[in-house]
């Protein structure tokens, strides 16, 4: 069960500085699998082509965060980090890459946890998939809750912060999804640029960090 974004050229992120972040609450540990909670991953083995925020591997019982690019003429994806994660508690995951240096960051709960060069994301045609590595068949499901997705065409954090509760659109805002309209199959996209998204086998909650969520 996920959601699907349209693909649109602003959500491609090969051509700027970028923030992605999600408030996440993961309900149960699958090691083998590599977890999706925002990807524009398709295809499979040497065709897969795009970018995910996903979970993978265990690390001492615990599964690890890990932002993948992969490029399908440049061989296999780099996964920026290992930091743990905990089960079954709201936590707040941003990604950020500085589009001259190449730099990219993961932070948890506002502190740097992990960094890396991997190579800029592809542009692609891919959707944008929440709850979900890659589309099916070849999946690889999150089994959790996922609220607050918000993308940004600028690096919002640099140093230890506060994760905001309840994110706002601004100027440098790509998409929003608050998740919080309890019915319907129609994710809302609050940046004014249209990217609405459409929940696939989905179900709405109500008891998120902020009480406003979607669980997957």
Same mark, same amino acid.
């Given at each position: 069960d996920y959601l699907a974004v349209p693909h649109a050229p602003s959500l491609n992120l090969s051509d700027t500085s970028f923030t992605i972040e999600v408030w996440f609450l993961k309900e149960s540990l699958n /090691?083998?699998? #590599?977890?999706?909670?925002?990807?524009? &991953?398709?295809? #499979?083995?040497? #065709?897969? #082509?795009?970018?995910?925020?996903?979970?993978?591997?265990?690390?001492?019982? $615990? /599964?690890?965060?890990? &932002?993948?690019? $992969?490029?399908?003429? $440049?061989? /296999?994806?780099s996964p920026v980090g290992s930091a743990t994660l905990a089960l079954k508690k709201w936590t707040h995951v941003a990604v950020t890459r500085d589009h001259l240096s190449g730099t990219t960051n993961i932070w948890l709960n506002g502190d740097l946890y992990a960094t890396g060069k991997p190579p800029a994301p592809p542009k692609t045609a891919n959707a944008l998939h929440f709850g979900v590595w890659r589309p099916p068949p070849t999946q690889y499901w999150w089994h959790g809750q996922l609220d607050e997705v918000r993308i940004s065409s600028k690096i919002r954090y640099t140093q230890k912060f506060n994760p905001p509760l309840l994110t706002i659109a601004d100027k440098d805002t790509l998409a929003l999804w608050h998740l919080n309209e309890g019915t319907g199959e129609v994710a809302h996209d609050s940046s004014g640029n249209g990217h609405d998204g459409k929940l696939l086998g989905a179900s709405w909650f109500g008891n998120g960090p902020e009480c406003e969520l979607a669980a997957l």
């Open positions: /090691p083998a699998d #590599n977890s999706g909670l925002v990807s524009k &991953f398709a295809g #499979n083995g040497p #065709n897969e #082509n795009g970018w995910g925020l996903i979970t993978g591997a265990e690390q001492a019982g $615990k /599964p690890v965060m890990a &932002f993948s690019v $992969k490029v399908a003429d $440049k061989g /296999p994806g």
